[in-house]
Structure formats: structure tokens, C-alpha cells
């Protein structure tokens, strides 16, 4: 399991990456793996405003659908137009091209209750 060390990760299997006051929010390789073949990502929240935990978009795979949940406050700035024609990305690349939204976020100390890649992996992908 690929967990890279420079990001933050939910417990439901976000993972964010921060640049200044921007989150880069996608599903870890972990979450991917479980759903299986993911065929289309549906994310209509862009310009929203979402708390922690909220739904910002639903992950279709062949066998199930899961719902993308925010890591962190904030407001959606840009959703991965390139998942409309590639969904597959994120089984390929969760960390890269996979990702799925970019939001401003509004308490960047929730990062902070964040877990960190040695953290998740304990906790979350037994």
C-alpha cells in the first residue's frame, strides 16, 4: 500500500495535502483498492461551502458507491475536471492525477486533527 509520508489522512480515507491556505483533497490508495474499478466521480459542490465530515461528491465504482467526506472545512475552488473522462486516475494514480477537489479552507488548524501516514496506516488499513 502506497501511503505517502507528506500528506495528512482522514479516518474515511481522505488524504490532503496543504499549500498555504489551499487543500488538495483525494482518496488514499487504501480506499481505492477497496472500491475497486472506479468508472465515474460525480462532484457537483464546487463554489460550496462544506464542515468537516460533509459530502463533497460520490466515487462510482463497478461493485458500489462511496461518498467522497471533507477532511477539512472550508469552500470548493476546483473539482478535477480531468476525473469526468478519467475516473479510472484514481486507481492508477490516488496521490497524482486522482485527485478530486481543491478547497480554501476555513479553520486550517483542523488539519492539524489530521492523522499522519504512520498513524493511518496503523489505524486504518489492517
Known amino acids: 500500500m502506497n501511503t505517502p509520508t507528506n500528506l495528512k489522512y482522514s479516518k474515511d480515507h481522505e488524504w490532503v495535502k496543504v499549500e498555504g491556505n489551499v487543500a ?3 482518496i ?5 483498492s477497496q472500491l475497486g474499478d472506479i468508472v465515474f466521480v460525480d462532484i ?3 463554489g460550496e ?9 460520490a466515487i462510482e465504482a463497478v461493485k458500489t458507491v462511496a461518498d467522497g467526506l471533507m477532511p477539512v472545512s472550508g469552500k470548493v475552488i476546483e473539482v478535477n475536471a480531468d476525473l469526468e473522462g478519467a475516473p479510472e486516475s484514481v486507481n492508477s494514480d490516488p496521490y497524482g492525477a486522482g485527485w478530486m ?6 479553520n486550517p488548524a483542523e488539519v492539524d486533527d489530521l492523522l499522519d501516514a ?3 496506516e496503523a489505524e486504518c488499513c489492517k
Open 49 to 57: 461551502d462544506l464542515e468537516a465530515g460533509e459530502v463533497f461528491g
Open 118 to 120: 504512520a498513524t493511518y
Open 24 to 26: 488538495t483533497i483525494g
Open 28 to 32: 488514499t490508495d487504501f480506499a481505492q
Open 101 to 106: 477537489i481543491k478547497v480554501e479552507m476555513s
Open 44 to 46: 457537483q459542490t464546487e
